[in-house]
């Protein structure tokens, strides 16, 4: 059985069935000789939100041989077309577009004509590829979301904590959020995020950390420095007691992990979080994430923030990316459209905060300022935190040393 063929000579065959099919298909899920089928009718749904077979032929004529042979292989199959039946036909035209897709990454892995350069990139679409087979959420009626929810009422509310209570009580970050902390270099960002990162192991959730920036000896001097409010350049130096270092034991219990991630793609940081059945992960930073399709700097992070939301939405998993931001923010009070080379990541984001090291206050002088500057399930405002960046902490401002 054809069952590309099949399923849609089924939807012309029963065209009240088409939207149990081709909102969850797209012209790749398709082999090259039916493509322009599934155009055609893909373009008729869209324009008159039902099929006809008839129509279809008459609006596409250089289409109709194809479209009529999808009936015929349907009707020559003898099965009872029904909605069932639609949607697991639809799932298996899915699931084979995702196998064919990666076998032929694969195969393209293995040639000779691969270079060892080319390997980051296909690694980045065989991820994309896993994601084809994906089944979408049906709708749910109102009546069954309020019963899930007074259902659920003895439980309390799954948040994943930062470990800075004056943070905690505004940010309330979940599964499959997205969470950006923006920043000029040497704002804190790397520090902010390997706290919260040790802070969430801690507690025990699963944290992958990927680096694109820094390797991980160093990333382990900064989580050393922190957790044992050292001076960052006694650990550099190898100065600190021995009686200081035997507190780090708490370290070896935590599941968090850390690699270094330079030239991959989200494709790739997609499949190596879900290997490890990571429950957080940590991308420090985007702007450095690869994407081979173009060269077009905005339209890159424009598709790597989409990705970043898709990974977070269809895995449960929190992902906390770290950004750049624009020149311009560097003394000034930064908003959210300081987000270097994309407004996307503004629009995708579940909440983003924002760092600056030296912000020029009212009588002059220079203060560090964190802010919310977009946060969906809280307030926005500033956060009243400070950097030591000596020890490489971020600390409550009442909590100063």
């Given at each position: 059985m054809n069952i590309h063929k099949v399923l849609l000579g089924a939807i012309l065959i029963k065209p009240d069935l088409a939207p149990y099919s081709l909102p969850d298909l797209e012209i790749e899920h398709f082999p090259a000789d039916l493509q322009p089928v599934f155009a055609a009718l893909s373009g008729l749904?869209?324009?008159?939100?039902?099929?006809?077979?008839?129509?279809?032929?008459?609006?596409?004529?250089?289409?109709?041989a194809a479209i009529m042979e999808c009936v015929e292989e349907c009707e020559g199959e003898?099965?009872?077309?029904?909605?069932?039946?639609?949607?697991?036909?639809?799932?298996?035209?899915?699931?084979?577009?995702?196998?064919?897709?990666?076998?032929?990454?694969?195969?393209?892995?293995?040639?000779?004509?691969?270079?060892?350069?080319?390997?980051?990139d296909l690694y980045s679409q065989m991820g994309e590829a896993l994601t084809l087979d994906r089944e979408e959420q049906d709708f749910k009626p109102i009546g069954e979301l309020v019963d899930t929810y007074i259902r659920k009422l003895d439980e309390k509310p799954r948040y994943l904590p930062s470990g800075i209570s004056v943070l905690d009580k505004h940010l309330h970050l979940s599964p499959g959020n997205l969470f950006i902390i923006g920043g000029r270099p040497s704002a804190g960002k790397t520090a902010l995020s390997l706290q919260i990162a040790c802070?969430?192991?801690?507690?025990?959730?699963?944290?992958?950390?990927?680096?694109?920036?820094?390797?991980?000896?160093?990333?382990?001097?900064?989580i050393i420095a922190n957790r044992l409010a050292v001076p960052l350049a006694d650990v550099k130096a190898k100065t600190v007691p021995q009686a200081e270092l035997d507190r780090l034991a708490e370290l070896h219990k935590l599941p968090l992990f850390i690699r270094s991630a330079s030239g991959r793609g989200v494709g790739w940081v997609k499949a190596q979080a879900q290997r490890m059945k990571a429950q957080v992960v940590f991308i420090d930073?985007?702007?450095?994430?690869?994407?081979?399709?173009?060269?077009?700097?905005?339209?890159?992070?424009?598709?790597?923030?989409?990705?970043?939301?898709?990974?977070?939405?269809?895995?449960?998993?929190?992902?906390?990316?770290?950004?750049?931001?624009?020149?311009?923010?560097d003394r000034i009070v930064p908003s959210t459209a300081?987000?270097?080379?994309?407004?996307?990541?503004?629009?995708?984001?579940?909440?983003?905060?924002?760092?600056?090291?030296?912000?020029?206050?009212?009588?002059?002088?220079?203060?560090?300022?964190?802010?919310?500057?977009?946060?969906?399930?809280?307030?926005?405002?500033?956060?009243?935190?400070?950097?030591?960046?000596?020890r490489q902490r971020f600390l409550e401002i009442d909590a100063r040393r």
């Amino acid at each position: 059985m054809n069952i590309h063929k099949v399923l849609l000579g089924a939807i012309l065959i029963k065209p009240d069935l088409a939207p149990y099919s081709l909102p969850d298909l797209e012209i790749e899920h398709f082999p090259a000789d039916l493509q322009p089928v599934f155009a055609a009718l893909s373009g008729l749904w869209n324009a008159k939100g039902q099929l006809d077979a008839v129509e279809a032929c008459s609006r596409y004529p250089e289409q109709r041989a194809a479209i009529m042979e999808c009936v015929e292989e349907c009707e020559g199959e003898y099965i009872a077309i029904t909605r069932d039946r639609v949607e697991e036909w639809t799932q298996l035209v899915r699931e084979r577009a995702a196998l064919t897709q990666f076998q032929s990454l694969a195969l393209q892995a293995g040639s000779n004509l691969t270079t060892f350069a080319d390997l980051p990139d296909l690694y980045s679409q065989m991820g994309e590829a896993l994601t084809l087979d994906r089944e979408e959420q049906d709708f749910k009626p109102i009546g069954e979301l309020v019963d899930t929810y007074i259902r659920k009422l003895d439980e309390k509310p799954r948040y994943l904590p930062s470990g800075i209570s004056v943070l905690d009580k505004h940010l309330h970050l979940s599964p499959g959020n997205l969470f950006i902390i923006g920043g000029r270099p040497s704002a804190g960002k790397t520090a902010l995020s390997l706290q919260i990162a040790c802070e969430q192991a801690r507690r025990g959730f699963r944290v992958c950390y990927f680096s694109l920036e820094t390797d991980p000896d160093t990333l382990t001097s900064r989580i050393i420095a922190n957790r044992l409010a050292v001076p960052l350049a006694d650990v550099k130096a190898k100065t600190v007691p021995q009686a200081e270092l035997d507190r780090l034991a708490e370290l070896h219990k935590l599941p968090l992990f850390i690699r270094s991630a330079s030239g991959r793609g989200v494709g790739w940081v997609k499949a190596q979080a879900q290997r490890m059945k990571a429950q957080v992960v940590f991308i420090d930073y985007l702007q450095l994430l690869a994407d081979g399709k173009t060269k077009d700097r905005y339209q890159a992070i424009t598709g790597i923030s989409i990705a970043l939301h898709e990974l977070a939405q269809t895995t449960g998993i929190l992902v906390v990316a770290l950004a750049q931001l624009n020149r311009n923010a560097d003394r000034i009070v930064p908003s959210t459209a300081d987000l270097k080379e994309s407004g996307q990541l503004e629009q995708d984001a579940d909440a983003v905060l924002l760092l600056v090291e030296k912000v020029v206050t009212n009588d002059g002088g220079e203060s560090f300022q964190a802010s919310l500057a977009k946060n969906k399930e809280g307030l926005t405002g500033t956060i009243p935190i400070w950097f030591d960046k000596e020890r490489q902490r971020f600390l409550e401002i009442d909590a100063r040393r």
